[in-house]
T-cell receptor, first 116, second 109 residues
Framework: DARVTQTPRDKVTEMGQEVTMRCQPI?????VFWYRQTMMQGLELLAY????????DSGMPKDRFSAEMPDATLATLKIQPSEPRDSAVYFC??????????????FGSGTRLTVV | GNSVTQMEGPVTLSEEAFLTINCTYT??????LFWYVQYPGEGLQLLLK?????DKGSNKGFEATYRKETTSFHLEKGSVQVSDSAVYFC????????FGAGTRLTVKP
């Protein structure tokens, strides 16, 4: 079965360090989403890309977060500098967008980030 | 804009009880509607979906009917099991994917 692959699975880092999370979308999918999940806020959409171009990053704190797609097989989410409040599970999801609909939408297993 | 509102939890039921988790949506056009389930330590998995009005999605004993007149997509199951304990998310696809806040279900033996 095709999967969305996220790395690392778990990350513990010290406050102030840079963190990079990676996502490999399913081959052929042209839309990639980043979500953050916490107990307090639930599942928040941070940003999403279509055909590697950012379409919406309004959910992402701009001062420390950045999201990119250097190529069609890799999406990255970077936090610099990291803070304890960034501790959460970060999910990537991908799908194939065509004529206003999203097909094959699939979640990765997430990266559990702990900032101490 | 597009948004989803679902019943807040947590919901605690005894095994074999009837389950309803309410979900309503706001969207322009003709969105597709989904229910996702998240088990502990895992990502979200598609449970069922409906792509047009009056469609009924069903899977593993769960059902939800796309009601355009009430903009709703309530999740139901006639007899829950302990293994159904998870967090359930209602979602809407209308160019992007929007999720409700999630409802935690705990089923006790």
């Amino acid at each position: 079965d095709a999967r969305v692959t996220q790395t690392p699975r778990d990350k513990v880092t010290e406050m102030g360090q840079e963190v990079t999370m990676r996502c490999q979308p399913i081959l052929g999918h042209n839309t990639v989403f980043w979500y953050r999940q916490t107990m307090m806020q639930g599942l928040e959409l941070l940003a999403y890309f279509r055909n590697r171009a950012p379409l919406d990053d309004s959910g992402m704190p701009k001062d420390r977060f950045s999201a990119e797609m250097p190529d069609a097989t890799l999406a990255t989410l970077k936090i610099q500098p990291s803070e304890p409040r960034d501790s959460a599970v970060y999910f990537c999801a991908s799908g194939r967008h065509r004529e206003g609909q999203l097909y094959g939408y699939t979640f990765g297993s997430g990266t559990r980030l702990t900032v101490v | 804009g597009n948004s989803v509102t679902q019943m807040e939890g947590p919901v605690t039921l005894s095994e074999e009880a009837f389950l309803t988790i309410n979900c309503t949506y706001t969207a322009t056009g003709y969105p597709s509607l989904f229910w996702y389930v998240q088990y502990p330590g895992e990502g979200l998995q598609l449970l069922l979906k409906a792509t047009k009005a009056d469609d009924k999605g069903s899977n593993k004993g769960f059902e939800a009917t796309y009601r355009k007149e009430t903009t709703s997509f309530h999740l139901e199951k006639g007899s829950v099991q302990v293994s159904d304990s998870a967090v359930y998310f209602c979602a809407l696809n209308n160019n992007d994917m929007r999720f409700g806040a999630g409802t935690r279900l705990t089923v006790k033996p």
